[in-house]
């Protein structure tokens, strides 16, 4: 079955301090990972894709096949970064995502 | 319009009474999809259509709920006959074409509360 798990409800970082929201996937084949991020009083959007391998807003994510892991990572953790984060995975011919439970992540001034 | 609209915001409702939440997607957006967001847990799939047809209804919790699209534009997700546990922000989303870029556009949410 298609899951994907993000273990953490709630981070809560200091200004400046790194950041990891944790994703695993549980999907036998060649997956497609997401972030979608929800800021507060905003809708779900997306945030990046692994097949881009982009950085955006200083964020990035490293498809882990061994690990089936998709952790979203930050150095430097800004204010305006926090927000309710979600993990998602494509996984194969069906159009759908499947998303995590998600975090919410504070960053603290 | 702008970007994926939902109606209504919000809906309180009495158990077995029956509900529509409409969504208008963005013009062009031939992909609908429809999640269910519960109190504290994550997005769960419903049914995802593709022009008027809708190829997965695989999400759809009970024969209670349904959901139809036509001109390939807006959608009613219905609920009949609703009960408490069909409390939940009820999120419309829609995308290009067919093959899923992980691009979905969401729209607010329509929220839910079955007394």
Redo the contacts between chains.
Sequence with gaps: AQR?T?PE?LLSVFKGAPVELKCNYSYSGSP?L?WYVQYSRQ????LL?H?SRESIKGFTADLNKGETSFHLKKPFAQEEDSAMY?C?L?GGA?????????TLLAVQP | GA??SQSPSNKVTEKGKDVELRCDPISGHT?L?W?RQRL??????LI?F?GNSA??KS?LPSDRFSAERTGESVSTLTIQRTQQEDSAVY?C?SSFG???T???????GSRLTVL
Aim: proline share 2%; aromatic share 18%.
């Design positions: 994907v993000q409800k497609e997401f809708r779900l959007q997306l894709r097949i979600y998602a494509n069906t159009n759908k995502l499947i998303f995590g439970t998600g | 970007g994926v992909a999809y999640y504290g847990q994550g997005l769960e799939f995802y593709q190829p997965d999400g999120l989303a067919v093959g899923l992980g691009e979905l556009f969401f729209g607010e």
